[in-house]
Every structure is written in structure tokens, then in C-alpha cells.
């Protein structure tokens, strides 16, 4: 059994196969005989979890081309993210990483995050997640287990937030780039918004009040952001 080191859009993934061959090991750009992380030690040791990253392989390699490719900045960005948060964090040490308390929870920790970052990547809401911006005025669209969810946060001297309903997320169906999400306020303040995507914009339809806002118009998506690191 060996290794292959393999980069896709400059991601290093593992790549396992057979061979008869003295064993030769290499997980992501380090040698597996040289091991140094928690997580690469676990990585290297696990088959389940070589199988998870090469299908993980194949799936950020799909992802690069949605949109004919113009977002691949954006999917790389994600990537790295993902993996940066990969690392395992120690028991009683805070930050970092996962955190997981034994040998076999580490094993299921990364098989966790494996499967859940090659489902997202796989889903049809990946494509249209991210931040957009209108002015200083900001939209996150962000893909949880079932669809995405949305929220924006509105500058100025009086700061507006509004939200989607937590825990009941907009579905995507593949394909689809038209969508409405149903914004949650008090009474007659609820709205909801037309979503028109496109590779790097939404275009925004208000139906509704809104609670006083106004958030018609088109949005730019930034490629530098990560609907998952921003909190408002």
C-alpha cells in the first residue's frame, strides 16, 4: 500500500493504491514515515479515511469547474480553510482544531469532517454560497445540511441584521440559480427576497417590509471570504 501525493488547483489531497512495491507513504506534502500532526498521523493510518480523501479529491476537483470555473478562487479559498481546520486539538487545549479526547475519537472525528466537506461539495447550494457585498453592506449565504441559509448585516449609523429561520434552510435542487428566502421579523416586518445568482453576483427582489431596509439591488460575490468564517 502506498500514497500518492496528488495537488488539484493547488490543494494537496492523499491519493492511496496498491503496490507490491516496499511501502512508500506520503500524505498531503509530508513523507506518512515523517509524520509530525495529530491529524497526519491519524490520516496516514486510517484506509477509511485515504478513501474518504480521495473521493474528497474528486469532488474538489467537480467543484473547480461550477460556473464554468470563475469561482475556483473562491473554492480554493474554502478549501484551505477546510483544511487548516483539520488539525486535532490535544485534550484540555483549547483552539486550533477538532477537538477529540482519544485515539478512536480522533479516527471519527476526521471521518466526520471528511464526509461532511465532501458532502457540501458535492451539494447544489455549494455554487451559490459565499459573501456578497453591497457597498459596506454585507449578505452571507451559507450552505448547511439541507440547503442555505442567509443573513445580512447593514451598515451605517443605525446597524440592521436580519436572518433566515435557523434550522430550516432554502433547498436547492441542481441546477437551480433562482431561489426565495423568507426573512423572520415581528409581525408585519417579515419579508422575503427573490435570489437571482449568477457566477459572481445575486441580484436581490424584495417582497415585504423587511423591517424598514432596504435590500433590493445586486450584491457582488467576494472570493476572498468564507460564508462560514463570518459571524454578525
Known amino acids: 500500500m502506498k500514497i500518492i501525493l496528488r495537488?488539484?488547483?493547488?490543494?494537496?489531497?492523499?491519493?492511496?493504491?496498491?503496490?507490491?512495491?516496499?511501502?512508500?507513504?506520503?500524505?498531503?506534502?509530508f513523507d506518512c514515515a515523517k509524520a509530525k500532526t495529530r491529524a497526519e498521523k491519524v490520516i496516514c493510518a486510517d484506509p477509511q479515511l485515504s478513501k474518504l480523501d480521495e473521493e474528497l479529491a474528486t469532488?474538489?476537483?467537480?467543484?473547480?469547474?461550477?460556473?464554468?470555473?470563475?469561482?475556483?478562487?473562491?473554492?480554493?479559498?474554502?478549501?484551505?480553510?477546510?483544511?487548516?481546520?483539520?488539525?486535532?486539538?490535544?485534550?484540555?487545549?483549547?483552539?486550533?482544531?477538532?477537538?477529540?479526547?482519544?485515539?478512536?475519537?480522533?479516527?471519527?472525528?476526521?471521518?466526520?469532517l471528511y464526509t461532511n466537506r465532501i458532502a457540501i461539495l458535492k451539494s447544489p447550494d455549494f455554487r451559490l454560497g459565499?459573501?456578497?457585498?453591497?457597498?459596506?453592506?454585507?449578505?452571507?449565504?451559507?450552505?448547511?445540511?439541507g440547503g442555505l441559509e442567509a443573513g445580512y448585516a447593514l451598515a451605517g449609523p443605525d446597524v440592521a441584521q436580519g436572518f433566515t429561520n435557523e434550522g430550516n434552510p432554502v433547498r436547492v435542487t441542481p441546477g437551480q440559480a433562482a431561489l426565495t428566502f423568507p426573512f423572520v421579523a415581528d409581525g408585519a416586518n417579515t419579508?422575503?427576497?427573490?435570489?437571482?445568482?449568477?457566477?459572481?453576483?445575486?441580484?436581490l427582489t424584495q417582497h415585504g417590509p423587511c423591517s424598514g431596509e432596504s435590500l433590493g439591488g445586486r450584491w457582488v460575490r467576494v472570493m476572498d471570504r468564507d460564508p462560514d468564517d463570518e459571524s454578525f
Request: charged share 20%; net charge positive.
Open 130 to 145: 459565499g459573501i456578497y457585498m453591497r457597498d459596506q453592506d454585507m449578505l452571507r449565504i451559507r450552505p448547511v445540511p
Open 59 to 112: 469532488a474538489y476537483r467537480a467543484a473547480l469547474t461550477v460556473w464554468g470555473g470563475r469561482i475556483a478562487d473562491y473554492v480554493k479559498m474554502t478549501q484551505r480553510g477546510w483544511m487548516g481546520g483539520r488539525a486535532l486539538t490535544p485534550p484540555g487545549i483549547s483552539g486550533g482544531g477538532i477537538m477529540c479526547d482519544d485515539d478512536a475519537q480522533r479516527v471519527t472525528c476526521l471521518r466526520s
Open 191 to 203: 419579508c422575503r427576497l427573490d435570489a437571482a445568482f449568477a457566477a459572481d453576483a445575486v441580484v
Open 7 to 29: 495537488r488539484i488547483g493547488g490543494i494537496a489531497f492523499l491519493a492511496w493504491a496498491t503496490s507490491a512495491m516496499v511501502p512508500f507513504a506520503h500524505a498531503a506534502s
